[in-house]
Every structure is written in structure tokens, then in C-alpha cells.
């Protein structure tokens, strides 16, 4: 039978958020670690444990079909592969930062200057693209040390919560890129792969779905209903029931995480009470 071969993160940032989609989208793997395949329980696919550095090559190879990746490495390592899915993890941007008591005056500071970096390509290409001749200066780990100890006058390096440049002495003043974590895949798969790689990414989508919405009960006096269906459309139109007490309705729907507190507001200015917000497990639209 046919088989999709999928690459993860051995070990690191990606490792638990990757296994753990893995899981949501119903895929067991045996336990213990520390080896370089894994056979998946109950969908045809082999995992592989890899560097996250090595992933682009290998599905760029056919090494593997597809690989859960950093938007940055994919972009950084320049092979031609398909984004299948954002997978809404190991968020990230990859900045020039400087020293936090110089000026900075815009892009053009850079102009001259030498820039330490894992990122070299990303680089040369925002240099490029911004008119900016500075030198590039490539090392692998550790980036941000390089202007306290005299090695480049800025960096470009990752960023999430901005402690370590902080801690480095460094302001973050440009973002380059902005990365999540992504599913990849093989431009030149074959047709049964294809099926597979559809399968998996369908299922992909419906666990993210349930991610970011809630499912929401709340109990409204009947002439408050019509309102409040306008504040919780839901995915097709709310479910609207009889309660035992006369006069009152429960009113079930869906409700998107990112609007959350202002809808709660808003039921709540509308009458609504008794309001329930239960995690969804899958979403199948
Ligand atoms: O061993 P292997 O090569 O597989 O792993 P790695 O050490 O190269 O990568 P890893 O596990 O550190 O990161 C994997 C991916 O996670 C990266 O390629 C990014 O896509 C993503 N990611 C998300 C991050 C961060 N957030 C992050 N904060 N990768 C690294 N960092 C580091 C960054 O290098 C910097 O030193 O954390 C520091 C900054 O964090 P803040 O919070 O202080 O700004
Ligand atoms: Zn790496």
C-alpha cells in the first residue's frame, strides 16, 4: 500500500506542536524516541526525525513527501516547494536589531556596516531589495552576541518575545520576515501521494477550525433572540430552543476566538445569560 513519508523536527521547538497535530488529526505513533523513522499507527505514513535545517532538502530530494517546517528554513534554503498549510505555531519574525544606544534612522544606518547572521540568503535579498550595500557575516548560533563583542554592527536574527535581544543590549528596528510553522510538501509527487497529502491536510484544516473557535450556549429572554442571533451568526445559523421556562430561549452557535470578549459584551449587554463557551474537538464545514 502506498505511503506518505512526512519530516519533523527530531528534537526542539517544533517537536511537540508537530506530534501533537500529528494526534489531533487522529495518527498514533509508537512511543519511545531517538530514532530516525517512525510507522504511524492508523494513517498510511512514515515519520522522520530530522534537523529542522535538513527538512527543505530532503522533501525538495523526495527523500521525504512532505515536512512540518519554519517558514524561515523553507525561505532561507531557497528549494522550490509547495506550502500546503500555515499551521499556526512556532511563530516568529526574523529582524535587524542594533545596539539600543545608537540612532536609528531608518534602513539606510545599515548602509556600510556588517551584519552578523544565520540567515545570510534572507539577507542578501532584503539588502537587495532595500538598496542597502552592507557587508554579511555568517555564524551559526549565538547571533546575538556578535555587536557586543565587536563582531558586526547589527544582526538579523529570529524574535518572538524580544527578552533576548533585550538582555543582548539590542533594539529590534526592521522585521524581514514573519515565519510560522508550515506543512510542505514535494512539487512532483505522484497522484496516490497527492491523495494522501489531501487527506492529511484536510484534516490539518479541521483541527485548526476547532482551534480557533468555541462552541457557545446562552439563555435569552425570547424577545432578546432576534439580537442576539445578529452577534452569533454561527456557521450556518445558531440552533434556537425552547426552554421548560416560558418566555426564554437557549440559543447555541459557534464563536471565532479573536472576536471572543467583545461578542461576550455584547451577548451580555443584549440580555444573554448563562453563558457556556465549550473547546470544539474537530470542525468539519
Ligand atoms: O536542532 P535543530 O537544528 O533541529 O533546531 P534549531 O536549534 O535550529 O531550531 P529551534 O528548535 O530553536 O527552532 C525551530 C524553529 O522554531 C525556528 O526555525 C523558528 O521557525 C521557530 N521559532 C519560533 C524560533 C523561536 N520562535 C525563537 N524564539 N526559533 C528560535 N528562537 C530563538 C532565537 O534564535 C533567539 O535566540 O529564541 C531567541 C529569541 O527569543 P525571544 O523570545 O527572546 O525573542
Ligand atoms: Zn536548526
Redo the contacts with the bound molecule.
Keep these: 500500500m502506498e505511503k506518505l513519508k512526512i519530516a519533523i523536527?527530531?528534537?526542539?521547538?517544533?517537536f511537540d506542536k508537530s506530534i501533537e497535530l500529528l494526534k489531533d488529526c487522529g495518527i498514533r505513533l509508537p512511543n519511545g524516541t531517538g530514532k530516525l523513522l517512525a510507522v504511524a499507527e492508523d494513517f498510511p505514513l512514515d515519520i522522520l526525525f530530522l534537523?529542522?535545517?535538513d527538512i527543505p532538502e530532503y522533501v525538495a530530494d523526495g527523500v521525504a513527501d512532505a515536512g512540518i517546517v519554519?517558514e524561515?528554513?523553507v525561505a532561507e534554503k531557497g528549494y522550490n516547494l509547495e506550502i500546503i498549510e500555515h499551521l499556526g505555531f512556532?511563530?516568529?519574525r526574523l529582524s535587524l536589531a542594533m545596539p539600543k544606544n545608537i540612532d536609528y534612522f531608518g534602513t539606510q544606518y545599515f548602509n556600510g556596516k556588517k551584519i552578523a547572521t544565520s540567515y545570510p540568503n534572507i539577507l542578501r535579498k532584503y539588502l537587495e531589495d532595500n538598496n542597502i550595500k552592507a557587508e554579511v557575516h555568517e555564524i551559526h548560533g549565538s547571533v546575538?552576541i556578535a555587536p557586543g563583542i565587536g563582531l558586526a554592527d547589527g544582526i538579523l536574527?529570529?524574535?518572538?518575545?524580544?527578552?533576548?535581544?533585550i538582555s543582548n543590549g539590542l533594539k529590534e528596528v526592521e522585521v524581514v520576515f514573519n515565519?510560522e510553522?508550515v506543512l510542505v510538501a514535494n512539487k512532483e509527487l505522484k497522484q496516490s501521494k497527492i491523495s494522501l497529502l489531501e487527506k492529511l491536510a484536510f484534516r490539518i484544516r479541521a483541527v485548526q477550525k476547532s482551534r480557533n473557535n468555541k462552541y457557545i450556549l446562552l439563555n435569552a429572554p425570547d424577545e432578546k433572540v432576534p439580537e442576539i442571533i445578529k452577534i452569533i451568526p454561527g456557521m450556518k445559523s445558531p440552533t434556537v430552543m425552547p426552554l421548560a421556562e416560558k418566555g426564554w430561549s437557549s440559543v447555541h452557535s459557534v464563536l471565532n476566538e479573536n472576536r471572543f470578549w467583545d461578542v461576550i459584551d455584547k451577548l451580555k449587554a443584549s440580555g444573554a445569560q448563562g453563558i457556556l463557551v465549550i473547546p470544539i474537538e474537530k470542525m468539519i464545514l
Design positions: 523536527q527530531k528534537a526542539g521547538r517544533l534537523r529542522d535545517d519554519g524561515n528554513v512556532a511563530r516568529c546575538e536574527d529570529i524574535v518572538s518575545s524580544g527578552s533576548t535581544l515565519s510553522a
